[in-house]
């Protein structure tokens, strides 16, 4: 296993259309964290999965924001409607409960909404 | 509710010279966990240092330690011998198992000086 890995890197879009990032953790990752990052800041959190229960989700997750972890496998984040405010790094990040706090993080998909 | 604060945005320090990182955190929850993250330039982050709340002694990973301060609800990150590769982002960010997620600062940039 090589980490947890995001697709796409980097996503330009127009605003109004709609985007979806894909996450893969560590396999044997039960949680499933997503972040949002814009640039200078620190990550904000946005919604977590243990498994494939979504257990929590950030007020900054507006009902334009949905994410998936079908099957407690791999997670879909899906923004509709983009604003030009939707723009910044989307991270994603698993970790085992056990292990608590200590995440394992991806590169991100950097989402520009033009 | 969780709150981590990072006062300073940039510090910069000679390579092979040790260097202090600043860090304070209030939360209500009298179980949590404390971390330092580091995020490379154009690279994922990663965790560099855990400590416990309930452990008295100061984590300990190589060249890098903390000094946690319980009652000033301070946590400071050292980085001895710093070498070049330590150049980067540094996020300080709590975790409890109330909410079972990472709160991150506003991170400082550390450049180190050849």
């Known amino acids: 296993d090589t980490g947890v890995s995001q697709d796409p890197r980097h996503k330009i879009t127009k605003r109004g259309q709609n985007v979806t990032f894909r996450c893969d953790p560590i396999?044997?990752?039960?949680?499933l964290y997503w972040y949002r990052q814009t640039l200078g800041q620190g990550p904000e959190f946005l919604t977590y999965?243990?498994?494939?229960?979504?257990?929590?989700k950030s007020r900054l997750l507006s009902d334009r924001f949905s994410a998936e972890r079908p099957k407690g496998s791999f997670s879909t984040l899906e923004i509709q409607r983009t604003e030009q405010g939707d723009s910044a790094m989307y991270l994603c990040?698993?970790?085992?409960?056990?292990?608590?706090?200590?995440?394992?993080f991806g590169e991100g998909s950097r989402l520009t909404v033009l | 509710a969780q709150t981590v604060t990072q006062s300073q945005p940039e510090m910069s320090v000679q390579e092979a010279e040790t260097v202090t990182l600043s860090c304070t955190y209030d939360?209500?929850?009298?179980?949590?966990?404390l971390f330092w993250y580091k995020q490379p330039p154009s690279r994922q982050m990663i965790l560099v240092i855990r400590?416990?709340?309930?452990?008295?002694q100061n984590a300990t990973e190589n060249r890098f330690s903390v000094n946690f301060q319980k009652a000033a609800k301070s946590f400071s990150l050292k980085i001895s011998d710093s070498q070049l590769g330590d150049a980067a982002m540094y996020f300080c960010?709590?975790?409890?198992?109330?909410?079972?997620?990472?709160?991150f600062g506003k991170g400082i940039t550390l450049s180190v000086r050849p």
């Open positions: 396999s044997e990752h039960n949680r």
């Open positions: 400590q416990e709340a309930y452990k008295q």
């Open positions: 960010a709590s975790f409890t198992g109330a909410n079972s997620k990472l709160t």
């Open positions: 939360t209500s929850e009298s179980d949590y966990y």
């Open positions: 990040a698993s970790s085992l409960s056990a292990a608590p706090g200590e995440l394992f």
């Open positions: 999965f243990q498994n494939e229960a979504q257990l929590e």
